[in-house]
């Protein structure tokens, strides 16, 4: 007989079952390059697009979680569980898990940023389930054992020792603190040697526990897809695993902001023998949401993107004083950076910085040029396209954009968007993003009278 209590579970599970909501996003045509999105009873997102014209398919799990949401003794928790994920299930060994993507000619990797972490599989098409029930199996079944984090902290170390031995890398997590300072936008994704040795299994299990909910995740694919198989394959992989904690629950909400303090006028320096100089020169840019977004991409694309930008001319096609030289942008859900980048002998490091930042304070004030304006747009449009012309490109699209923003936007409406950005505009958001004081983080090996002038940059 069965019990009062089980059959009211039976009817909650089944009308959960029945409010899972599916909902075409963007209609392409002939279905190529539309995107689908079905909301589980317990929260998960599950989010398709369609290509039939290719054989091949990428499958990727985003999680609510990154660096940012670490406390300073937690530093490199997320990232260290990126790692321990790979490490096996109840399902399977670590061996089982890339054995059997290697098997199919798959690849499989993950990634951890400030708000984010992703984990993905591309594999042919006809092996889409398989990547689906390995990945799912990695995101719900993962064992954590004590033995494993023993092992990977090895590996993280040297994931840390290695990023150490690449200034031109390295100069970015110190621009980072240069701007936010003891932050959590502030600190490295990696942690560092101190917070990774104090890490044990329990803390990073509760870690686990706490953000991998489903409501936490984000399920993408793309490629030559079937949205309702895709949803049936996944749906069922957590049911199995127990992953739904609550029959009925709502999806975390895109992150909103905290106003995370930004520094200004702040030089930060650290002594190297490296032969190369690397310097990051910048200020406060915008919020990943701020509709100047759009603008500011075009400054950025003119200023330093291209060989035909103007920091490029400038410093190495006019004066070989680098050889790397850019600009770039970093949008976060309260703040975001702006930054300049050049790797130069130590000596020429003040030349440099003077070219930069009177660049920067010249379009600050003036301005760039219709002809200059015309020519990034142009340029932002056809790299936005041709970035977008893989499985994995459009999978990693609709799996942030349904995790960041909430939303989604087809590629035509992106290239409105670039397109409807007027000279007034970029000229509106260069004396905003660059009228700031910036700050500087240098890495090289630069002399005391060196480094006493590096303030110079900045004044």
Known sequence: MTSRSARTTARTSSEARAVARTQTLIQGEHGIGTVRKTTLPGGLRIVTETLPSVRSATF?????????????????????????????????????????????????????????????????????????????????????????????????????????????????????????????????????????????????????????????????????VDHHKVVRQVRAAFEKAGAFREPVAAPLAP?????????????ELIGRKTEQAHVILGMPGLARTDERRWALGVLNTALGGGMSSRLFQEVREKRGLAYSVYSYTSGFADCGLFGVYAGCRPAQVHDVLKICRDELDHVAEHGLTDDEIGRAVGQLQGSTVLGLEDTGALMNRIGKSELCWGEQMSVDDMLARIASVTPDDVRAVARDVLGRRPSLSVIGPLKDKQASRLHDAVA
């Open 60 to 224: 990727g799990i985003w999680a609510h979680v990154g660096s940012r949401d670490e406390t300073p003794a937690l530093n490199g928790a997320t990232h260290y569980l990126e790692h321990l994920l790979f490490k096996g299930t109840r399902k399977r060994s670590a061996l089982d898990i890339s054995a059997a993507i290697d098997a199919v000619g798959g690849e499989m990797n993950a990634f951890t940023a400030k708000e984010y972490t992703c984990y993905y599989a591309r594999v042919l098409d006809t092996d889409l389930p398989l990547a689906i029930d390995v990945v799912c199996d990695m995101l719900t079944g993962s064992l954590i054992q004590e033995e494993d984090v023993d092992v990977e902290r090895g590996a993280i170390l040297e994931e840390i020792a290695m990023t150490e031995d690449d200034a031109g890398d390295c100069v970015h997590d110190l621009f980072a603190r240069t701007m936010f300072g003891d932050n959590a936008l502030g600190r490295p994704v990696l942690g560092t040697v101190d917070t990774v040795n104090a890490l044990t299994a329990d803390r990073i299990r509760r870690f686990y526990r706490k953000h991998y909910d489903p409501t936490h995740l984000v399920v993408a694919a793309a490629g030559n």
């Open 255 to 267: 992150r909103d902001g905290r106003r995370t303090v930004r520094a200004a006028g702040r030089v």
